[in-house]
Structure formats: structure tokens, C-alpha cells
């Protein structure tokens, strides 16, 4: 088998699963609990979101787990965009990147019922967030500002320190930045000091579903996302999943060992691939921009999901532009804003990959890519 | 060989006790820093230290030297060949590690002890100015107030060493060059800063916690232990002093009304900080009082409270406000354990409204009905004592470890 759609989901480690595995069994007491088994839980769930802030460099008490990376959007755009307002009620307006995930996106007319109003900031044909216009579009009623680390469905990477530069005349403004698919070779850009909300996925970095990260700066005003017994700081209550979320530290500092020889290694695997494809005639997406771990390329007029079937008989597993959407009538958002033509997009595969993907990996794939080409040919 | 030399500030001024209080100094680095490197060689000079050392690197050496108490300022000294191409090559490496602005400025002083060096200061200075200057056309050359000033010294034996860099220390006095004192440590906010205080001013403490289990938790204890060891990270390794003191709040309780029962519980527990004074061979009760903070802490109240000793009390945090304690807190990274949810003073025995103006004569008619000298007594006879390090801090880190 031939995994290349590590940016739907990553196989967990062996030793993240080992690790939820004793976690469940040996510290298996609430956290809450004031005896002395739940201090040992509560322990091990500080340290582990110990080491995420220490990866992050942020403080312990600015790391808040979720249940999903969608989750920690949902709290962003909701609890977190209200509070701010209820501070400001002339501030109103929230800006987002036309390539946001659906997280982000499919709350935008929410947004709008409660009465924000909501703008989109372009991208260029790169998938790049056009900062000429985002300068533009600021101005003091500007309450957060929505932006991806690395997009989705392209893996175009986002000017972040140009963005930060952009919007240090507006110390009101808070920004969020989607780093879901950050972690696997840009997880540097997720330490920029002037980010104010962050969100992680366990399951994009080798550790388990079930667990979001959102990181939430000390000075950004929050209504809780969810009630009952006040765990996370009161602002989102539930029984902590400490098995996962233990899992989750682990995976995440194993990503960052591995971050320096997975960038050399999966940009010479990129270049293979990328090569290989526009010799057979492919269309490639992003250029430049893209992060080393995703591929996003196209053969019109053959429909992605065509190609996807194509390659998945000779064992190997890509994707349309992204899992969440691929089921969707609107699978390309992010082509689309790039005024990329359905006919071609509609055409997009994507090819993602991970620490854990092989030059073999590349060269079973660079061997099958003739024989799906040739549909071309055959129209 | 690296080096760093170290300035001791108020030091300078201590005239025949100098000799003391640089032992004491020489000792809290040899101890903080032998650990990193068995090659650790710390020797005194008149106005300044020599810190030698060969495996631990700079960046580990500023770590620890920057929080500890006695030291002005300090300064990485890099061992170079007696060789003018040397020094130049040595003076760009150093340049290159720093963060140079437009608009800098920089200066070069050289220094010769050995007067048979074939170069006179002011061409050393000629000389390494110019390959600086020509490598960092943005900097200018300034006399006065450089941004960068970068000193060669030319030794008499056969090394040259330069020094770019210099670190601001914690000032203060040396650990344990100020005597000795017991710290009454909560797990609230105050306490361990008013310890690191009498820290800073050269003290050497021993923490002393009241616990009443099982109407306080262990969580409560650890807490106390915790403080303690982060507080060991500007001395040495720390007595921790557990005095159980349950048995005394239920007399109290049972004896006496509740709205005096703040006064006496704080009397007793004087009492038997000074009967450990003795015990310990210490000199001052050190507490986080701060004026007007809670009940116990008016005027009035310290006075009624303080009737039962002679002993010093000292309060560095008498004329301080909670925000600047919190401040400190953070800054000397107390804040997150104090900040941890367990109750020390168990709420069993709160009392509802305090007297914040409480009479000595009432108070006094009223503890007759305790019988003091024993509870005292019985209290001294249930201390515990356990000697704790930072490493107490990282115990969870390994106990976890494998998972993480």
C-alpha cells in the first residue's frame, strides 16, 4: 500500500498508540478527581500540555484542548469573535482568507446573522493571500483576522511574517492562524510571537483523532465553548480524553524531532514527483508557494476522482483536493479562489505526504503515473 | 579554556569582610555549575571572578550564572592565541553571533598587560576596528556611548581574551553571606516571594510550612514543596520544614470565638517559629505579610500577633502591593505553582469575619483557656524534615517521561 494522503489523516506511531494504550490503562482516574489517582492523571495532563507549549514556545496556560481542529475554529469564530465584540461593540468586522478550511468557512453566514460583517481576503493565482489587498481591507473595526499556515488543498504556504508585518499598526486586531497542516514541515511558522489563536490537529501529526489544540494568547477576551465542570480554565468543560491527548504531546514532539530531516528529505521527494508529473503532461498548482509535503496537480479533462480510482488499483491512495470536501458538491474552493477554471480543477488530484513516507513510496508512484496518463490519451 | 568574568557590584564596598563574602559567591557558583563541568575553576580576584570551565557551553554557563545572587554583571571572555590575525578572526566570529542594527555604533578597547607584545594598544585597536568596521559598513565608530563595545585583553602569559558581550546578574549579596533565616511559606502568592527577597540580600533560608491534614491535601503540601524548590534555584538546596498543625486549629476551634481565631492561630504559629529559630540555628523569622492585605495584616493585628516574640520579623513585602507581587511571581516563575488550585489554610477553619482590630489583653484572657506550652510542644515534636533541590521540580517530568 502506497499512503499518500497523509493531509486527510497520518497513520499514529507505534509508540504514540503504546502510549495511549498505558495512559488508558494505568492513569485511567478523572483528572478532576481529588484523590490521589486523579492528581496523578491531573499531573500527566499538565506536562503534557507542558511540552506542547514548550514546542510552541507559548505558556502552558495558553494551550486549550478540543475535540477536532473544527472544533477549535468553531470556538474561534463563535465564542472567542463574541467576547471580543462584547468588549468593542463598534468593532464588527472579521476578516477571513477566501482559502479557508470549511471549519472556517461554512461559519461565515452565522457571522452574519449574529450581524459581523465578514469580508474575504483574496489569494493570488499562487494560492497566496494577496497582503496588498489585506492591507487595504484593515482598519480599526476589524475584530480578527482568519488565515491558514499552509492551505489544505494546494499546500500553498502563507506569507505569515509579511502578514504580521501588515497588521502591527492594528494591535486591536486578532489573528488567528489555521496551522492544521502546518506541523508537518512548517511548524516554525506556527511560533510567529504576533499569532493570537492557533489551531492543531492530533491526527495530522501522527497522533489520534480526538484532539484539537487551540492555542489562545493571555490577552484574547473569550466566552467558554462549552459548560459544565469548568475543565480547560472553564472555557471548554469536558472529562479530558488524556489517553489521546498525552498521545497527542508525544506525537507532536516527535514531529518536531523529526521536522529538520523531513523538510530535506520530502522537498527532494516533491522535486521527483513534480518532475515526473509535468513530464507526463500534468498541470501543477502553487508553484514556489507550496509546502514540501503536498503536490496538488491536474490532468483535464480526466476527473479527479477518475484519476484517484485509477491509482488506488495499483495500491496507491491520493485524494481529491481534500477529504472534508471530497464528498461536497464544492470540492475545489481553494482552486477556485486561485480563478482557477472548473474544467481543470475538477480535474485536481492531491498527492500529501509525511515523515513517514519512502523514496519508495515516490518511485511506485512515479512508476504507475504513465499507465494513468495514458487515459488521456485513450479520452 | 572559556571563561567569564564575573563583577560582584555592592561587594566592592564590604572592606575587610570582602574576603567572606567572595568565598561565599565563589561556593554558590562552584555548587550551580559543577554539575555541567568537572573542569569548573572559579577564582577570586580583587574586584572580580574568573569563572574557567571547559565542557559546558557559554549559553549553559549565562543560564545559570544570570540568577545568582551577588553578581553585578558578567561577561563571556573568549581565549584566543597571542596573534593579531587571531584576535581579528575571533572579533568578527563575535560581531557575526550578535544582532547588528543600522545605526549602530561600536568601539574597540584593548588592554596590555604584556608589554612585549609587538602591537601598542592603540594600533590593536587601529587594526581590529577596521576589519570590523569593514565587514559592518552599517556601524559607525563611537567613542562615547558605542552600542557595542568589544574589549581585547592582552595577558601576560600566552593568551589574548576578547569580551563583546556583557549580562546584567541578579545584584544582591551572596547566598548565605546574610546569615540565616526561616521563611513561614504558604502555597499562596506572598511567601515565596518575600523568600526570594531575603535571597537576593544574601539570607539562607529554611522553609517552614504549616499543614493541617486531613483538613488540608497533599496536593497543598506538594504545592509548598514545589515553591520550595523553585526557590532553591536562587541558593542552594533548602531544609523544608513541615510542622503539622491540625491538633492546634481544633483548640482553636473548640476554645476560641471564631472571630479571633485568625490572631491566635498566627500567635501560635509565631511561637513555634521561635522556638525553632533556636532549634535551627537561625536568626529571623522572614513572613510574606504585606500591609493591609487581609485581617491579619493591619497594624493593629501584626502588633497583637508579634506580642509573643522577640525574635526579628522581617516582611520584605510590608510596603508592597499585589500587583507588583504577582509581577515578581511570574518573573521568578513561582506564579504557576502558587497559582494551582489547593487550599493551604483549610477552609474548615476560616473564620467568617476576622477582628482586624483585636485587643492583647482579650486575646491573652482568651488563650488561657489553651494549653500552649504543650500544644507547642507536641506540634515541635511532629516536624518533618526533607531537604529539597530543583531537581524536585522535574520529578513528574521523568515519572513521565516514556509517555511524553
Known amino acids: 500500500m502506497i499512503y499518500l494522503d497523509n493531509s486527510a489523516t497520518t497513520k499514529p506511531y507505534p509508540e504514540v498508540i503504546e502510549t495511549a494504550g498505558t495512559v488508558a490503562e494505568r492513569y485511567f482516574a478523572n483528572p478532576s478527581s481529588a484523590h490521589q489517582l486523579g492528581e496523578e492523571a491531573s499531573a500527566l495532563l499538565k506536562q503534557a500540555r507542558q511540552q506542547i507549549a514548550q514546542i510552541l514556545k507559548v505558556r502552558a496556560d495558553e494551550v486549550y484542548f478540543t475535540a477536532s481542529g473544527t472544533e477549535a475554529n468553531n470556538w474561534v469564530l463563535q465564542g472567542i469573535v463574541d467576547a471580543l465584540h462584547s468588549k468593542n461593540t463598534d468593532r464588527k468586522r472579521v476578516l477571513l482568507s477566501a482559502i479557508e478550511h470549511p471549519a472556517s468557512l461554512q461559519q461565515i453566514e452565522l457571522l452574519q446573522r449574529k450581524g459581523y460583517d465578514v469580508d474575504l481576503v483574496p489569494v493570488d493565482q499562487w494560492g497566496r493571500l494577496d497582503t496588498d489587498k489585506l492591507r487595504d481591507m484593515l482598519d480599526e473595526h476589524v475584530l480578527l483576522l482568519s488565515t491558514m499556515a499552509v492551505n489544505n488543498e494546494v499546500g500553498t504556504v502563507q506569507p505569515l511574517a509579511a502578514i504580521a508585518e501588515i497588521i502591527a499598526d492594528y494591535p486591536q486586531l486578532i489573528w488567528h492562524v489555521d496551522g492544521v497542516q502546518a506541523v508537518t514541515t512548517e511548524l516554525e511558522l506556527l511560533r510567529n510571537k504576533r499569532i493570537d489563536l492557533l489551531t492543531l490537529s492530533a491526527h495530522k501529526f501522527h497522533g489520534l483523532r480526538?484532539?484539537?489544540?487551540?492555542?489562545?494568547?493571555?490577552?484574547?477576551?473569550?466566552?467558554?465553548?462549552?459548560?459544565?465542570?469548568?475543565?480547560?480554565?472553564?472555557?471548554?468543560?469536558?472529562?479530558?480524553?488524556?489517553?489521546?491527548?498525552?498521545?497527542?504531546?508525544?506525537?507532536?514532539?516527535?514531529?518536531d524531532d523529526a521536522q529538520a530531516e523531513a523538510r530535506r528529505r520530502l522537498h527532494d521527494f516533491r522535486v521527483q514527483l513534480v518532475t515526473a508529473l509535468e513530464e507526463a503532461g500534468w498541470q501543477i498548482f502553487g508553484g514556489a508557494y507550496t509546502s514540501t509535503h503536498i503536490v496538488c496537480a491536474a490532468l483535464p479533462p480526466i476527473p479527479g476522482e477518475v484519476l484517484l480510482h485509477a491509482f488506488e488499483r495499483m495500491g496507491i491512495f491520493v485524494s481529491t483536493t481534500s477529504a472534508c470536501s471530497s464528498r461536497s458538491h464544492n470540492p475545489h474552493a481553494t482552486l477556485n479562489a486561485m480563478r482557477v477554471s472548473s474544467n481543470i480543477s475538477n480535474s485536481a488530484i492531491r498527492l500529501s505526504l509525511s515523515h513517514t513516507t519512502t523514496q519508495a513510496d515516490i518511485t511506485a508512484f512515479i512508476q504507475a503515473l504513465p499507465k494513468v496518463t495514458q487515459m488521456k490519451g485513450k479520452g | 579554556m572559556k571563561q567569564i568574568v564575573v563583577h560582584y557590584g555592592e561587594l566592592s564596598t564590604k572592606g575587610r569582610n570582602r574576603k567572606m563574602f567572595q568565598a561565599a559567591l565563589a561556593q554558590q557558583?562552584?555548587?550551580?555549575?559543577?554539575?555541567?563541568?568537572?573542569?569548573?575553576?572559579?577564582?577570586?580576584?580583587?574586584d572580580f571572578m574568573y569563572v574557567r570551565f571547559e565542557q559546558a557551553s557559554y549559553?549553559?554557563?549565562?543560564?545559570?550564572?544570570?540568577?545568582?545572587?551577588?553578581?553585578?554583571?558578567?561577561?563571556?571572555?573568549?581565549?584566543?592565541?597571542?596573534?593579531?590575525?587571531?584576535?581579528?578572526?575571533?572579533?568578527?566570529?563575535?560581531?557575526?553571533?550578535?544582532?547588528?542594527?543600522?545605526?549602530?555604533?561600536?568601539?574597540?578597547?584593548?588592554?596590555?598587560?604584556?608589554?612585549?607584545f609587538p602591537y601598542e594598544t592603540y594600533d590593536i585597536q587601529r587594526e581590529v576596528g577596521s576589519v570590523i568596521g569593514y565587514a559592518y559598513p552599517e556601524m559607525t565608530v563611537e567613542m562615547k556611548r558605542p552600542t557595542h563595545k568589544l574589549t581585547v585583553s592582552i595577558h601576560q602569559k600566552d593568551k589574548a581574551y576578547l569580551s563583546l558581550s556583557s549580562y546584567t546578574g541578579?545584584?544582591?549579596?551572596?547566598?548565605?553571606?546574610?546569615?540565616?533565616?526561616?521563611?513561614?511559606?504558604?502555597?499562596?502568592?506572598?511567601?515565596?516571594?518575600?523568600?526570594?527577597?531575603?535571597?537576593?540580600?544574601?539570607?539562607?533560608?529554611?522553609?517552614?510550612?504549616?499543614?493541617?491534614?486531613?483538613?488540608?491535601?497533599?496536593q497543598a503540601l506538594e504545592k509548598a514543596k514545589k515553591l520550595t524548590a523553585r526557590l532553591s534555584h536562587y541558593g542552594l538546596a533548602m531544609q523544608f520544614i513541615n510542622v503539622p498543625f491540625a491538633k492546634i486549629q481544633e483548640?482553636?476551634?473548640?476554645?476560641i470565638p471564631d472571630n479571633e481565631s485568625m490572631t491566635v492561630m498566627r500567635r501560635m504559629m509565631l511561637r513555634i517559629m521561635d522556638q525553632l529559630l533556636s532549634e535551627r540555628k537561625a536568626q529571623a523569622i522572614v513572613n510574606g505579610e504585606s500591609l493591609g492585605q487581609v485581617a491579619s495584616q493591619t497594624l493593629t493585628s501584626?502588633?497583637?500577633?508579634?506580642?509573643?516574640?522577640?525574635?526579628?520579623?522581617?516582611?520584605?513585602?510590608?510596603?508592597?502591593?499585589?500587583?507588583?507581587i504577582i509581577e515578581l511571581a511570574e518573573e521568578i516563575g513561582t506564579y504557576d505553582i502558587s497559582n494551582e488550585p489547593y487550599e493551604d489554610c483549610c477552609t474548615v477553619f476560616a473564620p467568617t469575619s476576622p477582628h482586624t482590630k483585636p485587643k492583647l489583653q482579650q486575646i491573652e484572657a482568651m488563650e488561657a483557656k489553651l494549653d500552649i506550652e504543650q500544644l507547642v510542644q507536641e506540634a515541635l515534636a511532629g516536624i518533618t524534615l526533607e531537604t529539597i533541590d530543583e531537581s524536585y521540580l522535574r520529578k513528574d517530568q521523568a515519572r513521565f517521561e516514556s509517555l511524553l
Open chain 2, 59 to 116: 549559553e549553559e554557563m549565562i543560564e545559570i550564572l544570570k540568577d545568582v545572587p551577588g553578581i553585578a554583571r558578567f561577561a563571556p571572555s573568549y581565549e584566543v592565541d597571542k596573534d593579531l590575525e587571531a584576535i581579528k578572526a575571533k572579533a568578527l566570529e563575535l560581531f557575526a553571533d550578535i544582532h547588528i542594527e543600522a545605526g549602530d555604533s561600536f568601539k574597540v578597547v584593548a588592554k596590555r598587560s604584556d608589554k612585549n
Open chain 2, 170 to 218: 541578579m545584584q544582591g549579596l551572596p547566598y548565605g553571606s546574610s546569615g540565616r533565616g526561616l521563611l513561614m511559606l504558604s502555597g499562596g502568592f506572598d511567601s515565596p516571594i518575600a523568600g526570594y527577597l531575603m535571597m537576593k540580600r544574601g539570607m539562607e533560608l529554611e522553609a517552614v510550612h504549616f499543614s493541617s491534614p486531613p483538613y488540608t491535601s497533599p
Open chain 2, 251 to 255: 483548640e482553636i476551634k473548640a476554645n
Open chain 2, 302 to 324: 501584626m502588633r497583637v500577633i508579634n506580642d509573643v516574640t522577640s525574635s526579628p520579623v522581617l516582611r520584605p513585602l510590608i510596603a508592597t502591593d499585589k500587583n507588583e
Open chain 1, 210 to 255: 480526538g484532539v484539537g489544540v487551540l492555542v489562545k494568547k493571555e490577552r484574547v477576551a473569550s466566552y467558554p465553548l462549552l459548560y459544565g465542570g469548568g475543565q480547560e480554565a472553564g472555557q471548554r468543560s469536558s472529562t479530558e480524553n488524556l489517553p489521546a491527548i498525552v498521545a497527542s504531546a508525544k506525537a507532536l514532539r516527535l514531529a
Open chain 2, 29 to 46: 557558583i562552584r555548587a550551580k555549575a559543577s554539575p555541567l563541568d568537572v573542569s569548573l575553576k572559579v577564582s577570586p580576584q580583587h
